[in-house]
């Protein structure tokens, strides 16, 4: 009943490949998020995206490239990635209105694996 | 940002008896406290929430509790059952930068039949 899907499931790539991660709803959320997950660790935000706009970076190194097509998609485009960014990439949204804080519906993510 | 500490790391239980998470913050913007569930090879779940301006909520075996003057938030489980067994983490989101949430460390719960 994931109402936030988020494609490829599994990813494999080498340190020259350039890859993205595509995450997609259907809510009529306004608030898209891009976090990074390692095992046994909470996800660390990096991204957000309040209609259509960045509004948040968390210092994310720029071989991470967020992208927001619309309202409904949010891009991670990869480039350059180091054996450490190997993780669980998770998408979330919410209901974009005002400065009230919403609850955020995660995917099941992407596992990356940077050979 | 500043932290928020959860405890404890790992927790068993037996089944039918009752698991409690403390989760302790220091920032006076604290508004908006979150739970999530996390199952192995999963994605976090969100299984309860409370604004500052609530002090209890319950959601039939779980219920979530609110100390703003101490600063300590708590998810209480009762009953537990083997399928309660995951990571929980807490969160906390703040008045003053919207849709950043700051997670807990997180516990892991096992319950044992």
């Known amino acids: 009943d994931t109402e936030v899907t988020q494609t490829p499931k599994h990813l494999v790539m080498g340190m020259t490949n350039k890859k993205s991660l595509k995450c997609e709803q259907h809510?009529?959320?306004?608030?898209m998020y891009w976090y990074k997950q390692k095992a046994k660790k909470p996800p660390e935000l990096m991204f957000v995206?309040?209609?259509?706009?960045?509004?948040i970076n968390e210092s994310v190194p720029s071989r991470f490239s967020p992208e927001c097509p619309n309202s409904s998609l949010l891009n991670l485009h990869l480039h350059a990635l180091q054996p450490e960014d190997s993780a669980l990439y998770l998408c979330?949204?919410?209901?974009?209105?005002?400065?009230?804080?919403?609850?955020?519906?995660f995917g099941d993510g992407t596992r990356l694996s940077i050979l | 940002g500043e932290n928020v500490e959860q405890h404890p790391s790992t927790l068993s239980v037996q089944e039918g008896d009752s698991a409690v998470i403390k989760c302790t913050y220091s920032?006076?913007?604290?508004?908006?406290f979150p739970w999530y569930k996390q199952e192995l090879g999963k994605r976090p779940q969100l299984i309860i929430d409370?604004?500052?301006?609530?002090g209890e909520k319950k959601d039939q075996r779980i219920a979530v509790t609110l100390n703003k003057t101490a600063k300590h938030f708590s998810l209480h489980i009762t009953e537990t059952q083997p399928e309660d067994s995951a990571v929980y983490f807490c969160?906390?989101?703040?008045?003053?930068?919207?849709?950043?949430?700051?997670f807990g460390a997180g516990t892991q719960v096992v319950v044992t039949p």
């Open positions: 979330a949204s919410s209901q974009g209105s005002g400065q009230i804080n919403q609850p955020q519906h």
């Open positions: 809510m009529g959320h306004r608030a």
């Open positions: 995206y309040s209609y259509e706009k960045l509004s």
């Open positions: 920032d006076s913007a604290s508004n908006y």
């Open positions: 409370i604004r500052s301006n609530v």
């Open positions: 969160a906390r989101g703040t008045t003053d930068s919207w849709g950043k949430l700051q």
